[in-house]
Nanobody, 119 residues
Framework: QVQLVESGGGLVQAGGSLRLSCVASGSLSSINYMGWYRQAPGKQRDLVAR???????NYVYSVVDRFTISRSKGWDTVSLQMNSLKPEDTAVYYC?????????????WGQGVQVTVSS
């Protein structure tokens, strides 16, 4: 399994940019997907963007053309560049890693970082 540590959250005005980073450690070769999820107050945690080991990328429709997910070749860092931020992007953002290690599937999460976009 892997351990995840996020950084880069903060407060920004609408239209601004932030870059989130997630540093992974542990069994990096076991990772199949890494991604970013977010959870706004009173709402469920939802997928924002995800990248597979093969390089396939998925975005939730509301962030297409504004957010970009990228990863290092060795899977040790996954970043989320967020541009043209809107107040509705305000949430706690969580890094996620999913994979299979020693025959067991896992779904690991970071501690989360707060992103607040003011209008």
């Amino acid at each position: 399994q892997v351990q995840l540590v996020e950084s880069g959250g903060g407060l920004v005005q609408a239209g601004g940019s932030l870059r989130l980073s997630c540093v992974a450690s542990g069994s990096l070769s076991s990772i199949n997907y890494m991604g970013w999820y977010r959870q706004a107050p009173g709402k469920q945690r939802d997928l924002v963007a995800r990248i597979s080991r093969e390089g396939t990328i998925n975005y939730v429709y509301s962030v297409v053309d504004r957010f970009t997910i990228s990863r290092s070749k060795g899977w040790d860092t996954v970043s989320l560049q967020m541009n043209s931020l809107k107040p509705e992007d305000t949430a706690v953002y969580y890094c996620n890693a999913a994979g299979q290690d020693a025959g067991n599937e896992y779904d690991n999460w970071g501690q989360g970082v707060q992103v607040t976009v003011s209008s």
